[in-house]
């Protein structure tokens, strides 16, 4: 929030490539999956004391009452949703290996690695936006700069899932034994489940405009109860399929909450019309990724695909227009 790159930096990577040398160091001393988690925890912790040495040196330690009172208020109905994203983010590993076969629980694994790519790609975005949405939303002209700002992240999500839907079978056909070719059919369907849980990251800035985050929570339960069900329902009807289906309704649904919850908290102007149009076109090309097709179409779709959408987007102006003149003055 307030643009020190460099810590932010260090912070993020530092933590990342400590973990990975502990982890390394553990292994080689034999500890195993303990060695594994144990790196993890004591990165987390470092990482923690390292912000928050930087914190104390920032604005120092104390402590309001009313302040406390009101940031609690704010903030546990937040970290209570957190716990609930469990039944989207790891409850479906534990049905499938209740309702499905060892190999089904490996390629959904394997595919749910490549779906991770959607979140991974648009997380630079992220992490800049989010910590700037507030100032931009409360800012001059807050309301159509935040729509502005989010309208862009949206399509860069839909950009981002479809390039991921198309080049995912190819990478899985190239780097992996043909044994796991099925993996490549379960891709699409968690790339769009992954699609709608960053849309819905997006979208929920109005829950969090108002003096409470109790909309989260809301919305959060609703989520997780209908995860926790359908996932246990459909996965033992229908297998890994089902387990699938469960993914995608639940995040379907959180996203649509976060959306017309969040208009009637802290309404925005979105150009509904235009997003909707764009989704669709993103949602017919995901399926068309599922088809069989020549390793050499599935290559060209990978580019043609997502610069459509790019294309769609921009005379739809969810996009700003290409200016050549401005790419001449640069060039000059």
């Given amino acids: 929030m307030q643009n020190h790159a460099v810590a932010f930096f260090s912070a993020a990577v530092g933590r990342a490539l400590f973990q990975a040398a502990l982890t390394i160091i553990f292994l080689l001393m034999g500890r195993g999956i303990d060695g594994v988690l144990e790196a993890g925890v004591i990165a987390a912790i470092t990482q923690g004391a390292f912000l928050g040495f930087l914190q104390i040196k920032d604005t120092g330690l104390s402590f309001c009452k009313s302040i406390a009172k009101q940031s609690l208020i704010y903030s546990l109905p937040i970290m209570a949703s957190g716990l609930m994203a469990f039944t989207l983010n790891g409850l ?181 019309v235009p997003l909707c149009t764009l989704a669709a076109i993103c949602f017919v090309w995901l399926y068309v990724s599922t088809m069989d097709m020549a390793t050499v179409t599935r290559v060209v779709l990978v580019i043609v695909a997502p610069l459509s959408v790019c294309i769609v987007g921009q005379r739809l102006g969810l996009l700003p227009a290409f200016s050549t003149d401005l790419l001449r003055r640069r060039t000059a």
């Fill in 92 to 272: 479906d590993r534990w049905v499938l290996a209740e309702v499905a076969t060892l190999e089904d629980v490996a390629q959904f694994g394997v595919a749910a690695k490549f779906a991770l790519a959607v979140v991974l790609l648009l997380q630079p975005f992220g992490m800049w936006w989010m910590p700037k949405r507030f100032d931009v939303l409360y800012g001059e002209n807050g309301h159509q700069e935040a729509t502005r700002f989010t309208s862009y992240g949206l399509v860069g999500a839909m950009v981002i899932a479809i390039g991921v839907a198309f080049a995912a079978p190819i990478a899985i056909d190239v780097l992996l034994p043909e044994s796991y070719q099925f993996a490549a059919k379960l891709t699409a369907v968690l790339v769009a489940a992954a699609l709608f849980k960053e849309m819905a990251e997006l979208v929920n800035l109005g829950t969090y405009a108002g003096k409470t985050s109790y909309a989260q929570l809301v919305i959060s339960a609703v989520s997780a109860v209908l995860a926790f069900l359908t996932l246990w329902w459909w996965g033992a009807e229908f297998g890994v399929f089902g387990v699938l289906a469960a993914l995608l309704f639940a995040q379907s649904v959180r996203f649509l909450l976060f959306y017309f919850v969040g208009q009637r908290i802290f309404k925005l102007p979105y150009a509904a």
